[in-house]
């Protein structure tokens, strides 16, 4: 029997990806039809050792290949563009070769409102405010690197000046130009002389780290700056777009530039082998410090940080929300009442929801009869404001209806506490805002009795209290990594910020995301390195997690999980001050044993625990230091059911299940445990003393709930003859069980993978299914965990495989992430790839077959059949 998919097909993989094959010299990487890569479009990584010049001679002697770029720094390698006839396997077989990545392409990914934030008690929660006033350091004499979209160097708060004596910028260049448009089979590069922004996103950067103005002060505004410009302006699409193999270039040129910071906030993919990972880490291991986003797909669930924040020794950021939050707000005239209400707006091509007049209010419904208006809207709201509660279906569907419908804007209002700004894509044409669900019901309610009307000054400013202030972003992406690593690292303000933004388009705006906190954390990083200039990188990123202030659970007593904000809340003042080094500030826990720990816990009597030996070193040349120790556990997140299925949170893009559920007492051995061989420490100036450590998992929590757990390991340090007392904390995270029990695949009664028509629906006899060139089926899947290996292919009924589907083979897979995509399909149409290898896809003989399809588990060995998830579809017949 087979199920109904009732979801779309979002992802038929098209032509423009490449089926990776192995062949004897590289390895050919190859990324599921999620992922969008450029046609034809390759990088090519040679050896470290190799002979750049030699076998890039061979590269460019092959025929039907352009070479776009050379990468001769840290990563050595090329783009190139090949022909039709020119394979993957064939440029992984020159000598020398180690990777041949697919280019993926990128899409900037951040959500905006024009709200003018005062940013004064944010510098005070991370310490920064302090710096300045007690420290004065500004950043003079450190150099940082963006690599964005340009910057509006002519923006008076940025210096208004371009590579002049005395301006702050100093460094950079443009790798993309205006022109690039990914609807164009080979988009134009075309560089200009400057890195002007035309987006706004670098702009807005910039002005976090670099701005000293009247509105919008800099955490590092005395620092040298470069840009590195790598990303276009929006194109037909209304995006704005970038690939790979730009974002490298730009990599390796502020690397060139002798950048003691590189602030990245771009990002994709999520794996530490992805090329910008590698580049990434290659540069910190030359003593580069990388600072670069999390990612904005918390609200997707676990595994969801992305490259090259995922990258070994990169600084991954994560968000928290801005504590203030100004704004205009949305004057409502109900038949009896005048309501003054905030709310929020997204950036829409219409620009921001501005109507001077009052406008009359509607509450539509679609042609199905619902107000949550998935369908279109029959309803002719010309002239009107649409109202829409938020659910079923995506802000921006919702808003084509009413546009679509005349309507000339749409409030949209949540269905619980609190408001967040949707984020929608920019083909919407119409002004678009957010309530909160209470005041939408109550507009919805003056509806149904009378006409009710909206206006919003746009001039007038009110100053609210954002309730979610200080913790953590629901956009902020989740850890691990898929080799369970722990990212973020920390966090800092991301959701809400108030910054510059190029004058064409106001001058300032507030903008929301990972790429808002990751600059801060960078400027934080280059104040360190101006007051401290001996560290190393990994000193540096010590003092950061260390001083770091875990945050705290709003439901519970205990704190937030370090998979969802590392080590919490950045603390420069913190940082700058601290004498105390520890071995590993960052603890990943993947090798508990079990063991009975008798007395030493007395709640728990048998438990599992990883062990660590630790090394911690008092800074202070002149004075002891007394360290009480201590320890802060953190509630424990989920993202799957009981089942195995993935939580209703992620399909909802709702906070993640946690653990405890609320402050009333639980069994000890739900909560991890920490127990330390002493409870104080005495180390003489300048010394070190070791400490031993048991990190108890949490036995008592359902395995087959699939419990991430973590916690802070606690040190509150007094110096001699001080009566200050500094807390330093250290995040350790594991997974209460075995990863590798995980499967890839859903539980097989979601009913996939699958067999499809093109429409997406269930086939539901297969077994008289006739596949031939015209009449195609399809294998719809999804990967509720990331998968390092995804095979598909077709076998005969004597189990032996024919061959592999076009697309049907992929590497380094990130989990199918429901806000994008409800599952993924390749196509079964009688042609394969005879071998992983093979160049060309050859027509199989009729005859009866089966697809076969492999996904390797997190952790798993890629040689033993039993790491991977496997399922046969059903027989059918190929003409
Ligand atoms: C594919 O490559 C492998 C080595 O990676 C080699 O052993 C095998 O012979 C190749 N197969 C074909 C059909 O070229
Ligand atoms: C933002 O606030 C500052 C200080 O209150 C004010 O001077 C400025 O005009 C405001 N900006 C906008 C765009 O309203
Ligand atoms: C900003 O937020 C803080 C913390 O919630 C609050 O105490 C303060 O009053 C707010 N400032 C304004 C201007 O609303
Ligand atoms: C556990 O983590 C350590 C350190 O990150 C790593 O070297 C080791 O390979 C990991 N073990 C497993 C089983 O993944
Ligand atoms: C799995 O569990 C969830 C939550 O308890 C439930 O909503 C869902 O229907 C279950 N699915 C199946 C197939 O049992
Ligand atoms: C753990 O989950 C399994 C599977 O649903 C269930 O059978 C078992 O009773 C649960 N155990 C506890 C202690 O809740
Ligand atoms: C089957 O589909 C692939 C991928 O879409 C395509 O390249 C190939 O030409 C198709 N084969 C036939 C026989 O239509």
């Given amino acids: 029997m087979r199920f109904l998919i009732s979801a779309i097909i979002l992802a038929v993989s098209s032509a423009s990806f490449s089926s990776a094959k192995w062949s004897v010299g590289g390895k050919v990487v190859s990324y599921s039809a999620s992922v969008p890569v450029k046609r034809n479009s390759f990088i090519i990584e040679f050896h470290d050792h190799a002979d750049t010049h030699t076998h890039g001679l061979k590269v460019r002697s092959m025929p039907d290949i352009a070479v776009n770029h050379h990468y001769d720094g840290l990563f050595k390698g090329m783009a190139v563009t090949a022909g039709d006839s020119v394979a993957a396997s064939d440029l992984a077989g020159i000598d020398g070769v180690r990777n041949v990545y697919p280019n993926r392409v990128h899409k900037l990914n951040t959500r905006s409102s024009k709200h003018n934030i005062t940013s004064s008690y944010l510098h005070q929660k991370t310490g920064l405010a302090k710096v300045v006033k007690e420290l004065g350091l500004d950043g003079k004499g450190v150099k940082i690197g963006i690599v964005d979209s340009g910057v509006d160097y002519e923006h008076p708060d940025l210096g208004g000046c371009w590579k002049t004596k005395g301006c702050p910028w100093q460094y950079g260049e443009d790798f993309i130009g205006d022109k690039y448009d990914l609807a164009n089979m080979s988009p134009v590069v075309e560089p200009n002389p400057t890195p002007m922004d035309c987006d706004g996103h670098g702009t807005h950067v910039s002005g976090i780290l670099a701005a000293t103005g009247s509105q919008v002060?800099?955490?590092?505004?005395?620092?040298?700056?470069?840009?590195?410009?790598?990303?276009?302006?929006?194109?037909?699409?209304?995006?704005?777009?970038?690939?790979?193999?730009?974002?490298?270039?730009?990599?390796?040129?502020?690397?060139?530039?002798?950048?003691?910071?590189?602030?990245?906030?771009?990002?994709?993919?999520?794996?530490?082998?992805?090329?910008?990972?590698?580049?990434?880490?290659?540069?910190v291991a030359n003593g580069v410090v990388v600072v670069a986003a999390a990612g904005n797909f918390g609200s997707d669930g676990l595994f969801t940080a992305q490259s090259p924040s995922v990258g070994k020794g990169v600084i991954s950021v994560g968000s928290v929300d801005n504590w203030n939050y100004t704004g205009a707000p949305i004057v409502i005239r109900t038949k009896t009442e005048l309501h003054t209400l905030r709310k929020a707006d997204a950036t829409t091509q219409a620009g921001m929801f501005v109507f001077k007049k009052p406008v009359s209010v509607a509450a539509p419904k679609d042609i199905t009869g619902n107000i949550n208006c998935c369908n279109p809207i029959q309803s002719d709201l010309d002239g009107k404001l649409a109202l829409i509660p938020r659910g079923n279906c995506t802000f921006t569907e919702k808003a084509i209806a009413a546009q679509n419908a005349g309507a000339v804007g749409v409030i949209l209002y949540n269905e619980k506490p609190g408001i967040r700004t949707p984020l929608i894509e920019r083909s919407v044409s119409i002004p678009v805002t957010m309530l909160n669900a209470e005041d939408g019901r109550l507009i919805a309610e003056a509806i149904s009795v009378g006409p009710v009307t909206a206006m919003v000054s746009g001039t007038e400013y009110e100053t609210y209290n954002n309730p979610n202030g200080g913790k953590m972003s629901d956009f902020s992406s989740y850890g691990p990594t898929p080799e369970l690593g722990l990212v973020p690292l920390l966090s800092a303000p991301g959701g809400d910020i108030w910054s510059t933004y190029p004058r064409k388009k106001g001058s300032y705006l507030s903008l929301s995301g990972t790429s808002m906190s990751t600059p801060y954390v960078a400027g934080a990083v280059?104040?360190?390195?101006?007051?401290?200039?001996?560290?190393?990188?990994?000193?540096?990123?010590?003092?950061?997690?260390?001083?770091?202030?875990?945050?705290?659970?709003?439901?519970?007593?205990?704190?937030?999980?370090?998979?969802?904000?590392?080590?919490?809340?950045?603390?420069?003042?913190?940082?700058?001050?601290?004498?105390?080094?520890?071995?590993?500030?960052?603890?990943?826990?993947?090798?508990?044993?079990?063991?009975?720990?008798?007395?030493?816990?007395?709640?728990?009597?048998?438990?599992?625990?990883?062990f660590r030996t630790l090394t911690i070193s008092n800074m202070d040349k002149q004075k002891g230091m007394r360290i009480a120790l201590d320890h802060l556990p953190a509630v424990a997140v989920t993202m799957f059911n009981r089942n195995h299925t993935l939580s209703n949170a992620v399909y909802n893009q709702l906070a993640l299940p946690t653990w405890p559920k609320g402050r009333e007492m639980v069994p000890a051995n739900t909560i991890p445990q920490v127990v330390y061989n002493k409870r104080y420490l005495y180390i003489a100036p300048g010394e070190s003393a070791v400490l031993k450590t048991r990190i108890v998992r949490p036995i008592g929590l359902n395995e087959s709930e699939r419990w991430f757990y973590g916690g802070f390991l606690s040190f509150m340090a007094v110096w001699d003859d001080e009566g200050e007392q500094s807390t330093y904390t250290v995040p350790y995270a594991g997974y209460n069980g075995d990863l590798n029990k995980i499967s890839a695949l859903p539980p097989p009664y979601e009913g996939l993978p699958a067999l499809v028509y093109e429409n997406g629906k269930a086939i539901d006899?297969?077994?008289?299914?006739?596949?031939?060139?015209?009449?195609?089926?399809?294998?719809?899947?999804?990967?509720?965990?990331?998968?390092?290996?995804?095979?598909?292919?077709?076998?005969?009924?004597?189990?032996?495989?024919?061959?592999?589907?076009?697309?049907?083979?992929?590497?380094?897979?990130?989990?199918?992430?429901?806000?994008?995509?409800?599952?993924?399909?390749?196509?079964?149409?009688?042609s394969v790839y005879p071998s992983i290898n093979a160049s060309e896809l050859v027509k199989v003989p009729a005859g009866k077959y089966y697809v076969h399809l492999a996904a390797l588990r997190l952790l798993g060995n890629p040689d033993r059949e039993s790491d991977y998830d496997i399922w046969d579809s059903d027989v059918f017949t190929i003409e």
């Avoid at 199918?816 to 995509?821: D, G, K, N, V």
Wanted: with cysteine; proline share 4%; net charge neutral.
């Fill in 765 to 830: 006899d297969a077994s008289l299914f006739k596949v031939s060139s015209r009449n195609e089926m399809f294998v719809a899947y999804k990967l509720d965990m990331p998968s390092r290996i995804v095979l598909i292919s077709l076998m005969n009924l004597e189990g032996k495989m024919v061959g592999y589907l076009s697309d049907g083979y992929y590497t380094e897979s990130i989990r199918t992430l429901p806000s994008m995509y409800s599952f993924l399909t390749v196509s079964v149409n009688g």
């Fill in 526 to 610: 280059a104040l360190i390195k101006q007051a401290r200039p001996g560290l190393s990188v990994d000193q540096i990123r010590g003092i950061l997690i260390t001083s770091s202030i875990p945050i705290s659970d709003s439901k519970t007593s205990l704190q937030t999980n370090p998979y969802r904000s590392g080590a919490g809340l950045v603390n420069i003042y913190n940082a700058i001050q601290s004498r105390f080094h520890i071995s590993q500030p960052i603890l990943s826990i993947n090798d508990t044993k079990r063991e009975v720990v008798s007395s030493a816990i007395p709640s728990v009597s048998d438990a599992e625990f990883a």
């Fill in 217 to 283: 002060q800099g955490v590092a505004p005395g620092a040298t700056y470069g840009m590195y410009r790598v990303l276009s302006c929006a194109d037909s699409s209304g995006q704005t777009h970038t690939e790979d193999a730009i974002i490298i270039k730009g990599m390796e040129a502020a690397y060139k530039d002798g950048h003691d910071i590189i602030s990245m906030s771009i990002g994709g993919g999520g794996w530490a082998a992805n090329p910008t990972s590698v580049v990434a880490s290659k540069m």
